[in-house]
């Protein structure tokens, strides 16, 4: 059965880091697009960033280039996200997802994505 865990979440002061891991489980997922997306409470869901299956194409939402990481673990079915100099916006629950449909190109878009995890909560304090 098709499963992704996300873990690392928490609280943290703004300024701080966390690194978020998603584990695949499942399906070959090493060949398919992941994504990381998070959720406000009384926000919709957006994509933070994606990355292609060989680690080669990366996408960044504006709001964290620069700050966060998005990397694949060798054997493709781990999935990071760094986070660092966290601000009190980027209070969400994370989401990691999988695009089966795409090795290479990274969608923005979370109709895209066929594969998604339980979430972890990221808090930050000011």
């Known amino acids: 059965q098709e499963k992704l865990v996300e873990s690392g979440g928490g609280l943290v002061q703004a300024g701080g880091s966390l690194r978020l891991s998603c584990a695949a489980s499942?399906?070959?997922?090493?060949?398919?697009?992941m994504g990381w997306f998070r959720q406000a409470p009384g926000k919709e869901r957006e994509i933070v960033a994606g990355i292609s299956w060989s680690g080669g194409n990366t996408y960044y939402t504006d709001s964290v280039k620069g700050r966060f990481t998005i990397s694949r673990g060798n054997a493709k079915n781990t999935v990071y996200l760094q986070m660092n100099s966290l601000k009190p916006e980027d209070t969400a629950a994370y989401y990691c997802?999988?695009?089966?449909?795409?090795?290479?190109?990274?969608?923005?878009?979370?109709?895209?994505?066929?594969?998604w995890g339980q979430g972890t909560q990221v808090t930050v304090s000011s």
């Open positions: 997802a999988a695009d089966r449909h795409n090795s290479l190109y990274v969608s923005q878009y979370e109709d895209a994505y066929d594969y």
């Open positions: 499942g399906r070959t997922f090493s060949s398919y697009v």
